[in-house]
């Protein structure tokens, strides 16, 4: 049967707004229209899809709120789930599942005390996207395969006619045991100094530092700079102090090349005093990312890695640069033993995740990886970057400026021309990709 047809003066008329706004949403994308010589045109299949999205948007406001702290638990004796590492293990190995099932059964486990229902679900974890209940029931399939246990019960209950219930016995909290043994392994000699206020002003620049906050960089700044002046020697202050200028100017805090060149000056600096430190190494090689030496930037991350085997940050990090010179595929495992090795930095590893899927063509489990980074660090400007960039790849037009706005009240002096000559893919092509998708919804 051929899909009907609507004007824009009947869609006016069943959205109960004016015809003039209805063409201005037409215009920028905002509705699902086209054109019919100087008319437009609205299918009524999509149209209705459209207003789905819109009607889950308002449920959202009205849902239970998810808590931002991530579960560890233990079910049924036999599997650990772990949001920070985004892992289901079974005698300690990982269980395979997909991002989205993982999602899923997270949530159900949140909420194992009541029934969920199945437009809860698609409302917290498909939101402002069309998709069918098939997709849900999926996910559900899958996350169902991945805990059974022979002749075991099933996991996860279907209450005919109103969603799912999470029926296995959860014990919480039975992982930290663990996540205190990886933290105590990764924690960096590296970073110490022999004079005790050296290091406390160190240790205050790094808390000012992950604030991601163009004020609390230069807070960070102050606090190195201060450490640097009771210890001269201080490498690792040093490295800090180079990573406050890359990431004013990576982000376009400050845009002169100068900053670049400074954030250079104190990674060799720190390098030159003591040519043993993995964070020094690792610090001059993401400067030489940006500076698009590509070839030194991995060698340096490579040393950083020989030196400091357990260095979870120079896992995380060498898989962006593969994943610039376009080899994603060699990055998985690099990030998924960056979240093993640091569990409690793993959302904003998930952010290098993304960056990987979305080389790999895995659109939706970048997104997912993507939002996980947004949802524990709000303000960290490459994840919404990317974030905008993949909604627009994907057509959510919507999805996209809302993005890139606020993107643009993170750094408000991004421009197309200033983000092009940040981006550090050694391939000008998907450079220019990037900017083509942000072009799309606004970004000049």
């Known amino acids: 049967m051929t899909d009907e047809i609507l004007t824009l003066k009947e869609v006016a008329a069943l959205l109960k707004v004016a015809e003039k706004t209805i063409a201005t949403m037409a215009q920028q994308g905002e509705l699902p229209a086209f054109k019919v010589g100087e008319q437009w045109r609205f299918c009524r299949t999509n149209l209705e899809a459209w207003i789905e999205v819109q009607s889950r948007s308002t449920a959202l406001a009205k849902a239970p709120i998810v808590p931002s702290s991530p579960l560890a638990v233990s079910i049924n004796g036999l599997y650990e789930l772990d949001e920070r590492l985004y892992q289901l293990r079974r005698a300690g190995k990982p269980v395979a599942l997909e991002p989205k099932a993982f999602d899923v059964l997270v949530y159900l486990i949140r909420y194992r005390d009541r029934v969920v229902t199945k437009d809860e679900l698609l409302t917290h974890l498909w939101p402002e996207q069309v998709v069918t209940e098939s997709s849900l029931t999926q996910c559900i399939a899958k996350a169902r395969k991945a805990l059974q246990n022979g002749t075991g019960p099933s996991s996860i209950h279907n209450v005919y006619g109103r969603g799912y219930r999470f029926i296995l016995p959860v014990v919480e909290g039975a992982l930290k045991t663990y996540r205190r043994q990886k933290q105590q392994i990764v924690l960096p000699p590296q970073f110490s100094s022999p004079h005790p206020e050296a290091r406390a002003y160190f240790m205050r620049g790094r808390n000012y530092l992950f604030q991601f906050a163009s004020a609390s960089l230069l807070q960070a700044r102050r606090m190195y700079e201060q450490a640097i002046s009771l210890d001269p020697q201080y490498a690792a202050a040093y490295a800090a102090l180079a ?185 000008r092509a998907e450079t220019e990709r990037v900017i083509v998708a942000l072009s799309k919804v606004g970004l000049s």
């Not at 100068?258 to 720190?270: E, G, I, T």
């Not at 940006?290 to 950083?304: K, L, N, V």
């Open 243 to 427: 990573w406050t200028y890359l990431l004013e100017w990576t982000w376009l805090w400050n845009p002169e090349p100068l900053v670049l060149d400074r954030a250079l000056m104190l990674a060799q600096q720190a390098v030159a005093l003591d040519d043993t430190l993995a964070v020094a190494h690792l610090t001059l090689g993401y400067v030489s990312l940006f500076r698009r030496q590509h070839t030194q930037a991995i060698a340096e991350t490579e040393r950083s890695l020989a030196l400091e085997p357990c260095y979870a940050w120079a896992h995380a990090m060498l898989a962006e640069m593969l994943v610039s010179v376009g080899r994603p595929q060699e990055a998985i495992h690099l990030i998924e033993k960056a979240m093993e090795l640091e569990p409690q930095s793993a959302a904003l590893f998930s952010a290098s995740l993304g960056f990987t899927y979305r080389a790999l063509h895995r659109c939706d489990e970048a997104v997912a990886a993507l939002q996980r980074t947004v949802t524990h660090n709000p303000n960290f400007p490459s994840a919404r970057l990317f974030l905008a960039v993949l909604y627009s790849e994907m057509g959510q037009r919507i999805r996209a400026k809302e993005q890139l706005s606020v993107l643009r009240r993170l750094t408000p002096q991004l421009s197309a021309n200033g983000l092009k000559a940040r981006l550090p893919y050694q391939d």
